[in-house]
């Protein structure tokens, strides 16, 4: 193969423009992206030429030949999203490399956005991380599209961990959100999934204004602390809702929902402003029970992380208290098929997802029998059951 093998040069100025490997670019198939080398000779000096164009088929040979010739590969930033696609939908890669991948890309921009030195975070490095971060869920979706919930579980404890808790649980929550929402929603459209992933991976961006001696405590917070944590839903909206933010303005108003709403629990129990039941978004319902069950089943220096099925139950212990007990069914329904949980582990009333513990403060049904508590021990313990059949919401 020769350079005029190649079609012709299409020369693009001031283009912006990221370096991929070879191996990551899906063969014997058409790609939905252009590549592009640097054809320029002088250092420091950059010229982009596009020489394979989005919607041809491309072989391996080929994606050899162009790395042979040119050395590296570059693709628009403005096409990331539909490289990250294609790449989730890579067959080629194993699914923990494209997870990883894409992972870090998500968290690249989400640490610039918490290392952020400004007082004021600009709406346009908000725009950024969300049109990246959208990029990275669109290729996450696909990669994760056939995991159920241990599968998903199993993955994310292989992966690398970020030294930043925060970062990491954020982009654990978008991936339960989106598989969450596949399993209660089957005839889910990308865009749903999309929006779901995305809104996990904010819900907490809200604690970029808090220190990060609160932020990466690893004991219980102080009562005063605590009265700061708690403000995180309001930042995040504040942050949001800034003008100039140029997303998509339906997606953007559900993720500002579901970083107001994270916290608020069914029953009205929860912060800011003590919404219950369905005057809470339902993306925010979903994503308290993500939130929920990645804080108490990932591994943290300070505490031991519960496995899936003792989570599910802790969780089934709040329904109707904490999470939304429809939504909580028809998940669980299509994760046991016809098992039952039978969990006999309770935590307490007010347990936080978002706050660190030193230990995760379990208790055992035959620890909290009412013989054995008085009455405001009783109220500071989530003992909820329901067995009320009723027609679960529609998810739009």
Known sequence: MTLKDFLKPDKQANLEVFSVSPRLIPVNKSINFNLYINSSAREGVDRFV??????????????????????????????????????????????????????????????????????????????????????????????IRNYDLFGLHDLIAELDFHDHYTLDHSINTGLYNMMLFREINPNATNEQLKIAGLSGMFHDIGKIKLPNSIINATQDLEPEEYIKIKQHPIWGRDLLQQEGIKFQRNHLNIIKNVVYEHHENYDGSGYPNGLKAEEINIFARMTSISDFFDAITTKRSYHTPLEPLDALGVIENTCGIKVDPYLFERFKRKILKDEKLDSALYL??????????????????????????????????????WAKKTQLPKIS
């Open 50 to 143: 596009c020489i394979w164009k989005a919607g041809k088929a491309i072989q391996e040979n080929d994606v050899s030949e162009i790395a042979k010739k040119f050395g590296h590969i570059y693709i628009a930033e403005n096409q990331r999203n539909h490289f990250f696609k294609d790449l989730g939908d890579n067959k080629n890669l194993a699914t923990k490399e494209k997870v990883e991948i894409l992972k870090n890309a998500a968290l690249d921009h989400l640490d610039q956005l918490f290392h952020n030195t400004d007082d004021m975070i600009q709406s346009e490095s908000i725009k950024k991380c969300l049109v990246e971060c959208e990029a990275a869920a669109i290729g996450l979706m696909e990669s």
């Open 348 to 385: 307490p009333k007010d347990f936080d997802p978002c706050c660190p513990h030193t230990a995760l403060d379990l208790m055992y049904e035959d620890e909290i029998q009412k013989s054995e508590l008085n009455e405001n021990d009783q109220e500071d313990v989530i003992h909820y059951h």
